[in-house]
């Protein structure tokens, strides 16, 4: 189960899957009230298979109610949910990654839970941020279904033979940079940092929480305005692009379009990249491990911050049987399963309250994951997806000028324009 749970989530984060929004209009439903047991469909895409059969399977043993699972391939997935809706047949339960879940609350696709959400004992320790983008006009629409977070990995065996400490991960920008240094000078192919410079979604995921750190940000807190001339976006390029030029990154990465996200570092020639709790099974478990250690993405000076990523869960708008779809979403956020099920499986639990368990005392690294999940931020927008995943995009657009080509300032200038222009068009 763990090797094939992180197997998937290594194909890409939930987040880093590109979709493409629509609104399409729902026939209304009426709620079945049934007094025999009833059998509800979910929808989820095949990024989710894996944890969403596990919960079911789970759910299925012990309920009368039962569910049925429709997976489809993630770039299918609008395309279908948006098919279903419009001919009257929503499913009754469906899992999305969270960025997109403004955009399908804006288009009336999901069903108001907010009376039942808010009377939830743990309501107030669920996942902030997949709370914040389930919420639409002050109703909420859906509740955290799995988690990542965005964090800083460092290779103890590397800053150990740079005559670095192992035990001390970098706390600013300066820190990274001369750690990086002190790495790269060991030669033998070994670089000091890296990320993959031709892919959007990554990008979002590690870059956005070294701005968010630094007390700047790209938009604005309803995602209706940019904010790319905010003085820390243009500080955290420049760090990039001082690295880059000096070659403390490996040249691969600037065409690396995200196969090789995590590749890279399980080679162990990496010092310093930012990752997810994806990645630590496989670093623990590859054919040659080595000793790392896991922390917060820190801000120029200090600071930190991560990318709540992750996906939610909610009832579409039309579900038969909302009432008893509410039932599996309330058991699955309930403390058993978000043990047994989660932590124990070395998942994320979407609760900040169960971010230190028993499961997660065996390796403290995951602990400090959900933490960082926890006080992670996602950037609430209703075109997220033609901002800031579009290989062809705006977001990739100004971090490959301004880090490769050195255009700091026109790449920043274009970002805004370009931004300002997709979110007024939408």
Known sequence: MKTKHWLLMVSIIALLVVLAGCAVPVQETQPVA????????????????????????????????????????????????????ASGSPPDIVAVDLIFVPQFAAAGQMTDITEKAKALPYFD??????????????????????AEGSVLFWNKDLFEQAGLDPESPPTTWDEIYEAAK??????????????????????????????????????????????????????????????????????????????????????????????????ITPLKTGDEPFDFGVTFLPGKDGGVSSFAGGDSIGI?????????????????????VQLEQYAANF??????????????????????????MALGRTP????????????????????????????IDAAISTAQEEFTKVITEQ
């Not at 095949?46 to 944890?51: D, G, P, R």
């Not at 410079?197 to 007390?215: H, M, S």
């Not at 579409?316 to 058993?336: C, H, K, M, N, V």
């Open 125 to 146: 320790q669920l996942s902030p941020s997949h709370i914040r983008l389930s919420t639409y006009e002050d109703k909420i629409y859906a509740l955290p279904f799995n």
């Open 182 to 279: 002190a790495i790269n000078a060991l030669g033998d192919d070994i670089y000091g940092f890296y990320f993959s410079g031709a892919c959007a979604g990554c990008n979002a995921f590690t870059f956005l929480p070294l701005i968010w750190a630094t007390g700047g940000d790209v938009l604005s807190e309803d995602g209706m305005t940019a904010t790319l001339d905010d003085p820390a976006v243009k500080e955290a390029l420049e760090f990039y692009r001082k690295m880059w030029e000096e070659g403390l990154i490996p040249p691969g990465s600037v065409a690396d379009t995200g196969p090789e996200f995590l590749n890279t570092y399980v080679g162990g020639k990496i010092g310093m990249q930012g990752l997810g709790v994806f990645a």
């Open 34 to 85: 049934e007094e025999g047991p009833v059998t509800m469909t979910f929808l989820t895409r095949n990024s989710n298979e894996s944890i969403v059969r596990q919960l079911v399977d789970v759910w299925n043993g012990s309920h009368d109610n039962q569910i049925e699972v429709t997976v489809v391939p993630a770039t299918d997935f609008v395309t279908k949910f948006g098919t279903m809706l």
């Open 316 to 336: 579409p708008a039309g579900s038969r049987y909302a009432d008893q779809a509410f039932e599996f979403i309330e058991w699955l956020t309930s403390d058993d």
């Open 347 to 372: 998942s994320l639990p979407i609760r900040t309250d169960l971010a230190d368990n028993q499961y997660f005392q065996e390796d403290p690294r995951f602990t400090t994951a959900a933490e960082a």
């Open 380 to 407: 609430y927008s209703l075109v997220y997806n033609a901002l800031f995943n579009d290989a062809n995009g705006p977001w990739l657009k100004m971090l490959q000028t301004a880090i490769f080509d050195g255009e």
